[in-house]
């Protein structure tokens, strides 16, 4: 009898003893856990504002096309009709209608507008849209884009830089817009309060998704590359031309302005006919050749924010990508 019993609490002490090992051992997994998900966090907000780079193309164009509908609209006069398969806009009061229903609603409410009180800046010259660079962020029921772009006024040759907040409602496949009235110096200066978590269904503001191939991305890059050289070299030398290319073939940016000058006809007809990628670490490398046999090197950190490298070397285009 006095065998079983010290048999018996043997056992219970090794089940006493196994209870306390998992106790401990979920503890820990649990702490583990929480430190794992806390230092997730901080990686997260150590970017401004907790926003990401966009590199996604085809997201970048969904939401940059979905903008532009909005500039689109700014633009109506009394001369011309904005038609869609959704939407027709020949009056003043339809036009003020979409504009109000493309608005976040929050941003409507703080600034008290109305129709008769809308305070937006109209349009009222030809443009183009000249897509910068744009970051997201994700928000509870709710995917928030910042973007900075130039709306060229083609009468003169001139580009404002402009701002804008996106939103975008996933479940709803909606979208609405909010312009960016402070005086800002980069887009990481922009702060996005989490507000609304929906947006209402209308008649303007249905969000589409864009497809854009790697072929119709590098043409892209090549074509806003070219058309900002021809228009405007101060910006390219200043904002788009590699850092340590510029520094060693163009050391001033009258050398640059120059050299656009001297070969004007000839970047003119810049086109891309095939291309590589190369990956690095956070950037992709996309390797352009034109019809003239010139070698591009194209560095992107996120879709549309590239430097650029020309007169690159390299050692056979065999395997390169025909256009």
Not at 217 to 225: G, S
Request: charged fraction near 25%.
């Amino acid at each position: 009898m006095k065998k079983y019993k010290k048999i018996l609490i043997i056992c219970l002490l090794i089940i006493v003893s196994m209870i306390a090992i998992m106790a401990i051992i979920l503890t820990r997994l649990n702490t583990d856990t929480q430190e794992e998900t806390e230092d997730a966090g901080i990686q997260f907000e150590s970017n401004q504002n907790g926003f990401q780079i966009v590199k996604d193309s085809n997201v970048f164009f969904s939401v940059i096309n979905s903008l532009s509908e909005y500039i689109q609209i700014l633009s109506y006069n009394r001369d011309n009709v904005i038609e869609t398969d959704r939407y027709r806009i020949e009056s003043l009061e339809q036009q003020r209608e979409a504009i109000l229903s493309l608005l976040d609603i929050t941003y409507v409410n703080e600034n008290d507008l109305s129709q008769d009180n809308l305070q937006v800046e109209f349009i009222d010259y030809s443009y183009n849209i000249v897509p910068i660079s744009m970051k997201v962020r994700y928000d509870q029921n709710m995917i928030v884009y910042i973007t900075n772009i130039y709306i060229e006024d083609i009468r003169n040759s001139r580009l404002e830089e402009k701002y804008y907040i996106i939103k975008i409602d996933n479940e709803n496949k909606t979208f609405c817009i909010e312009p960016v009235a402070d005086k800002i110096n980069s887009i990481d200066d922009i702060v996005v309060k989490e507000s609304i978590t929906s947006i209402e269904k209308n008649q303007y503001n249905q969000y589409t998704i864009e497809t854009v191939s790697i072929k119709d991305l590098v043409k892209i890059y090549m074509n806003q590359f070219k058309t900002m050289m021809m228009k405007y070299p101060d910006i390219v030398y200043n904002q788009y031309l590699d850092e340590e290319y510029k520094n060693t073939h163009f050391p001033s940016e009258n050398d640059f302005l120059e050299y656009v000058e001297q070969n004007r006809n000839e970047i003119e007809q810049w086109e891309v006919t095939k291309y590589s990628i190369e990956g690095e670490q956070d950037e992709t490398i996309y390797i352009l050749v034109d019809q003239y046999e010139n070698i591009y090197r194209f560095c992107e950190k996120g879709t549309m924010d590239y430097k650029v490298t020309m007169d690159v070397e390299v050692t056979s285009t065999e395997n390169f990508t025909d256009i």
